[in-house]
């Protein structure tokens, strides 16, 4: 009850109003960059990753500005205050706020070490999508069916995060194909690289490939095609991947080349006659198929 009344005792009823409507303020400012962001990435889409980095940034001033403003209006923060205080409002604060604390924290270190930028295609923790937003205590991912992800962002300092682009608008692409054994992968090559090629969304400035392997799919012996290409923007991610798949698809129908399947291999059958001279001419002795065994003679007594 001290300490509360001690908490009381410093706070200005007055500054109150003042405080919200800076917070308010800082909230608006927040929102209208976020909207300029949005438009000034859409007309320049080559720099709408570092738009969007720089509008993350500009966000967190605002948030940390807004609360140093609105602190000194509600609070006398004089010099008796904070000894009295200090400790109390330590204690209170680090049990009561601490995973908030740690994921501001976090938040600015993810800005200063750049493990992903908002605008990258991330994978954590079974999730896959675009980061739209780092926030003071979270991330924000919007996942390839359209489902919004909040993480809070202590999580990334200790699991692992891939970034699929870095901070690039291009980002690279690999797709399997599979056909059978025994057919033609020349021509199976050459229509998977006419796919890339001709594709309206592959970023072509940078190497691509098709790479063949040997592997067992779906018990069955097959050569794996796999298609590397890079895609000109990570939005266009699945049209890429759809684009290359009905190329690919229907070319290897037209060229009459076969997905993966059991193979059954006829051995030659020789004629009776040809068999018979076969084992009379082969070593001078008879096979161990065609050979009576011999039956031991009967036992005598002395």
């Known amino acids: 009850m001290e300490n509360t009344a001690q908490v009381l005792q410093f706070i200005r009823p007055g500054g109150i109003p003042t405080a919200l409507l800076i917070i308010a303020i800082g909230w608006f400012g927040v929102q209208l960059l976020r909207k300029a962001g949005e438009q000034l990435g859409d007309r320049m889409v080559e720099r709408r990753l570092a738009i969007s980095q720089a509008v993350t940034i500009l966000r967190f001033i605002v948030y940390i500005g807004s609360i140093a403003l609105a602190v000194p209006v509600v609070f006398s923060l004089t010099k008796e205050m904070v000894i009295a205080l200090g400790g109390t409002i330590a204690v209170t604060v680090g049990f009561a706020l601490k995973d908030l604390t740690a994921s501001i924290i976090a938040g600015i270190t ?3 070490d750049k493990p992903f930028q908002v605008g990258d295609r991330v994978s954590f923790n079974g999730y896959y999508g675009e980061i739209v937003a780092i926030g003071l205590r979270s ?25 699929g682009n870095a901070g690039e608008l291009n980002m690279l692409i690999q797709q399997d194909f599979y056909i059978g054994i025994d057919q033609d992968l020349a021509a199976a090559k050459r229509i998977a690289a006419e796919a890339i090629t001709s594709c309206p969304y592959a970023y072509l400035d940078k190497p691509w490939d098709v790479l063949v392997n040997e592997v067992i799919q779906d018990q069955y012996f097959a050569l794996r095609l796999r298609t590397k290409v890079y895609v000109m923007d990570v939005r266009h991610e699945k049209r890429l991947e759809s684009d290359i798949t009905e190329r ?7 060229a009459g080349i076969g997905r993966p399947s059991i193979l059954y291999r006829n051995m030659p059958v020789a004629p009776a006659g040809d ?21 031991a003679p009967p036992c005598r007594r002395p």
Do not use: W, Y
């Open 275 to 295: 068999a018979d001279v076969a084992a009379t001419t082969s070593g001078n002795k008879p096979s161990a198929s065609t050979t009576t065994p011999r039956q």
């Open 110 to 112: 993810l800005l200063v």
């Open 139 to 163: 991330v924000r991912m919007v996942t390839l069916d359209d489902n919004l992800v909040t993480i809070p962002n202590n999580k990334f300092l200790n699991d692992i995060v891939s970034s």
């Open 248 to 254: 690919i698809v229907q070319g290897f129908a037209e």
